[in-house]
């Protein structure tokens, strides 16, 4: 089955600790993204990556880093630089880069700091 | 400011209801207007629309782009406790995407 895959479901950290949130995808599409959730509120981008060892920042980058060394594979890391890190996070995929497209969402994750 | 403003943000209807769900942007360099449902954690894609007037079904959803009035609406006929769930708008331009707040959808049987 192809898909992204998002670890762990739910994180608890407690504040001041860096977090690292795991997304991998077997669709073999180039670009990858992260988006944070907050209630009420709509998807908002943290970075995005269209192509292997390259990487952009979205609109709210800081406090946030991430890496692409594979195709398959964009972990996001949450630094305690984040001031309101607590949120569900969403990574996604598409086939090629740019934002005119489908995008094929992961099931997030629900990180909690306290 | 780029904007995407979605409406209503929240809708309680009964199963076999139609609702329409609205979508109008505000957003420079438009390059598609795209419709996702996010019921539980993942959104899952439903219409990608670039078009004026060109409409898109599938089953009993179907969506339509104005871009003269800027507006996008998705219709949803016959609806069921399954259709439940958040319905998402986004723009996208080539160097971004912007997203509304979503319709929160509840179906009552």
């Known amino acids: 089955d192809g898909g992204i895959t998002q670890s762990p479901k739910y994180l608890f950290r407690k504040e001041g600790q860096n977090v690292t949130l795991s997304c991998e995808q077997n669709?073999?599409?180039?670009?990858m993204y992260w988006y944070r959730q907050d209630p009420g509120q709509g998807l908002r981008l943290i970075y995005y990556s269209q192509i292997v060892n390259d990487f952009q920042k979205g609109d709210i980058a800081e406090g946030y880093s991430v890496s692409r060394e594979k195709k398959e594979s964009f972990p996001l890391t949450v630094t305690s630089a984040q001031k309101n890190p607590t949120a569900f996070y969403l990574c996604?995929?598409?086939?090629?880069?740019?934002?005119?497209?489908?995008?094929?969402f992961g099931p997030g994750t629900r990180l909690t700091v306290t | 400011e780029d904007k995407v403003v979605q409406s209503p943000l929240s809708l309680v209807v009964h199963e076999g209801d139609t609702v329409t769900l609205n979508c109008s942007y505000e957003v420079t360099n438009f390059r598609s207007l795209l419709w996702y449902k996010q019921e539980k954690k993942a959104p899952t894609f439903l219409f990608m629309l670039?078009?004026?007037?060109i409409e898109k079904k599938s089953g009993r959803l179907s969506s339509i782009l104005d871009k003269k009035e800027l507006f996008s609406i998705l219709n949803i006929t016959a609806t069921q406790t399954g259709d439940s769930a958040i319905y998402l708008c986004?723009?996208?331009?080539?160097?971004?995407?912007?997203f509304g707040k979503g319709t929160r959808l509840h179906i009552l049987p």
């Open positions: 996604a995929s598409s086939i090629v880069g740019g934002f005119s497209y489908e995008q094929y």
């Open positions: 670039t078009s004026s007037g």
């Open positions: 669709l073999n599409h180039d670009a």
């Open positions: 986004a723009v996208g331009r080539d160097d971004k995407i912007i």
